[in-house]
């Protein structure tokens, strides 16, 4: 029998196999709870501000949509973005220069599977809850970066 985290890494390496096409523009948020969405947030917002420096970028939002748009991520992450200093426009804003980002947040077997979308970077890290039911980083970020076009 495997242990359930080698479950939840093979499952988290089959979906970014088979998520490494063009996919929808638009992002997907599920199973994210209000107390969940600070760490997320957190997480996503310095995992961009790695890659690009805040004071001087403006970040597009590519939020979900229809059904999905009313998340407890989004808000938050837009308010944490905007608090390290990030420039954010939501999508259909007219932002010249800026750098879209788009993030898929899933269940996971006990947990969440985070990937970010920014430029040509792709990004996913794995999320566990713990006895208490809190997220907790159950992986590093696993990071690939596309060719340029």
């Known amino acids: 029998m495997r ?3 080698h479950t939840a890494v093979i499952g988290a390496m089959l979906l970014l196999s088979g998520c490494a096409g063009v996919g929808p523009r638009s992002s997907y948020v599920e199973a994210v709870t209000p107390a969940d ?14 890659r690009l420096p805040a004071a001087a970028t403006t970040l597009v939002l590519n939020a979900p ?7 407890s991520l989004t ?3 837009r308010d944490e973005l905007r608090r390290i200093g990030f420039g954010v426009a939501d999508a259909g ?7 879209p980002l788009r993030y898929l947040v899933t269940p996971l077997d006990a947990g969440v599977l985070v990937r970010l979308h ?3 970077t792709t990004a996913s890290r ?8 809190t997220l907790q980083a159950g992986s590093p970020f696993t990071v ?3 060719a340029a076009e």
């Open 93 to 99: 804003q007219k932002a010249p220069g800026a750098h």
């Open 75 to 77: 808000p938050v992450l």
């Open 118 to 120: 920014v430029d040509r």
């Open 37 to 50: 969405a600070p760490v997320l947030a957190a997480d996503i917002a310095g995992f961009v501000a790695e």
């Open 3 to 5: 242990h359930p985290l």
């Open 65 to 71: 949509t229809g059904e999905l748009a009313s998340d």
């Open 126 to 133: 794995l999320w566990l809850r713990n006895s208490a039911g």
């Open 144 to 146: 690939r970066e596309d």
